[in-house]
């Protein structure tokens, strides 16, 4: 199955130099270095026990870690659930997830 991930993986053979992402930050990747970037994020993930099927919630403001993060853990396996920034720590500790009382693995 093709993803995003396959995508950003053959503009970077094809354009390695060429700007990927950048955000309001001033940060900014090439395609290569997102690259590189995506599969030091998948390897720590995998390092962290996430693999293939694991809902893996992520807390970010948009910015090229975000992406990084998310990228990542597709290619780790896992499926990234966005979680809204904005929540106070109380409000995310309260929020029953989705997926609560189910297997966490998704086939």
């Known amino acids: 199955m093709l993803s995003l991930v396959h995508v950003a993986e053959w503009r970077a053979s094809v354009n390695p130099d060429q700007i990927a992402l950048t955000d ?3 940060a900014e990747l090439t395609y290569a270095g997102l690259r590189t970037a995506v599969e030091a994020s998948a390897a720590a993930f995998a390092a962290a026990g996430a693999g293939p099927g694991d809902i893996v ?3 970010a403001r948009n910015q090229v870690g975000w992406v990084t993060a998310m990228l990542g853990l ?3 396996g896992a499926l990234p659930a966005a ?3 904005r929540l106070a720590a109380p409000e ?3 929020r029953e997830p989705y997926w609560a009382g189910r297997d966490r693995r998704v086939s």
């Open 24 to 26: 309001d930050r001033g």
């Open 57 to 59: 919630p992520i807390m």
């Open 74 to 76: 597709i290619r780790a």
């Open 83 to 85: 979680v809204n920034w």
């Open 92 to 94: 995310v500790a309260t």
